[in-house]
T-cell receptor, first 115, second 115 residues
Framework: DVKVTQSSRYLVKRTGEKVFLECVQD?????MFWYRQDPGLGLRLIYF???????EKGDIPEGYSVSREKKERFSLILESASTNQTSMYLC??????????????FGPGTRLTVT | AQKVTQAQTEISVVEKEDVTLDCVYE???????LFWYKQPPSGELVFLIR??????QNEISGRYSWNFQKSTSSFNFTITASQVVDSAVYFC????????????FGDGTTLTVKP
């Protein structure tokens, strides 16, 4: 059974703290993604990665950075958390198949509250 | 730029009713993929179906069916004889082959099925 896991389901941090959200997949997928989900705004792509040590900005990268040192792990970093980063964060992965778009497999999400 | 519109924010039906969730997309590409995902109250998005732009055949899977019409840029999802367990947020997503595997999601439709 394919699995994407995220380090925490719920997280509460203070403004200005550095926050790490971890995501691990066990499917040997090349592609990994970080989204944030807010009511009425759907899923918005923050960053994605096509390979180890490779990353590309998504639609809303400001205030975030990422790290992918190993194929199975993709970390999202909030350098200095702010209250407007309170949100649900979703990690996803997908295999890379030439000429075909694969579906994404999602983790359970991390609900981050910044106070 | 690619865009996905799910005009129905919330739908409420009574069990056993049929319900159709609308999805309209915009793309300049001739090759693209469309997806539907389900997000139950537990939070984890689950893949339901993938369709590529060259395959306009409708698909039926149990109580679920999908109607893809390129002429109207729509990919609608129908649940027949709805059940309480169908209550969830449903997302339609679009991947353009030229957009390097990134998905654009609609804002989602929250379906509530009442007993």
């Amino acid at each position: 059974d394919v699995k994407v896991t995220q380090s925490s389901r719920y997280l509460v941090k203070r403004t200005g703290e550095k926050v790490f959200l971890e995501c691990v997949q066990d499917m040997d997928h090349e592609n990994m993604f970080w989204y944030r989900q807010d009511p009425g705004l759907g899923l918005r792509l923050i960053y994605f990665s096509y390979d180890v040590k490779m990353k590309e900005k998504g639609d809303i990268p400001e205030g975030y950075s990422v790290s992918r040192e190993k194929k199975e792990r993709f970390s999202l970093i909030l350098e200095s958390a702010s209250t407007n980063q309170t949100s649900m964060y979703l990690c996803a992965s997908t295999e890379s198949v030439l000429g075909r778009m694969s579906e994404q497999y999602f983790g359970p999400g991390t609900r981050l509250t910044v106070t | 730029a690619q865009k996905v519109t799910q005009a129905q924010t919330e739908i409420s039906v009574v069990e056993k009713e049929d319900v159709t969730l609308d999805c309209v997309y915009e793309t300049r590409d001739t090759t693209y993929y469309l997806f539907w995902y389900k997000q139950p109250p537990s939070g984890e998005l689950v893949f339901l179906i993938r369709r590529n732009s060259f395959d306009e055949q409708n698909e039926i899977s149990g109580r679920y069916s999908w109607n893809f019409q390129k002429s109207t840029s729509s990919f609608n999802f129908t649940i027949t004889a709805s059940q309480v367990v169908d209550s969830a947020v449903y997302f339609c997503a679009l991947n353009e082959v030229t957009n390097a595997g990134k998905s654009t999601f609609g804002d989602g439709t929250t379906l509530t099925v009442k007993p």
